[in-house]
């Protein structure tokens, strides 16, 4: 199975969760690690590209520092570029059918500061 990992960061070099994260992904040829931040920095996102990449993969795992109850703006950017309808959704919009998504999220903060009387809720 061909698995896509999807990172946002905006200083992933400065993050000890990213580079905790990155040294935890198999060095394998079935696994494609993708840098928003590196391969965008102008934010100029490559649609036609990125639609490609994930037709070629079986698995996307979006990696992101989870802040302000979102995430990263290219990110975000990212998937209102990328995910039109007719490709993601819609009546011909079947291209990832099938394949498996998941969500690996670094939070900064303990668990508690996001429940009712924490700081960050």
């Known amino acids: ?21 990155l040294s ?4 394998d040829k079935d696994v494609t690690i993708h840098h928003l931040e ?15 990449l994930l037709k070629q993969h079986d698995r996307i795992l979006f990696q992101f520092p989870f802040y302000w109850y979102s995430s990263p703006a290219l990110l975000k950017q ?13 009546p011909r919009g079947s291209m990832l059918a099938g394949k498996e998504f998941g969500l690996v999220l670094a939070i900064g903060v303990k668990n508690s500061e996001y429940q009712a009387g924490g700081r960050i809720f």
């Open 24 to 27: 935890a992904v198999p060095k």
């Open 78 to 90: 990212w998937q209102d570029d990328v995910l039109t309808e007719g490709f993601a959704y819609g």
């Open 1 to 21: 199975m061909k698995t896509l990992v999807i990172i946002s960061h905006p200083e992933i070099g400065d993050s000890s969760s990213q580079q905790f994260l």
């Open 38 to 52: 590196s391969v965008y920095p102008d934010g100029n996102i490559d649609t036609v590209k990125e639609q490609k």
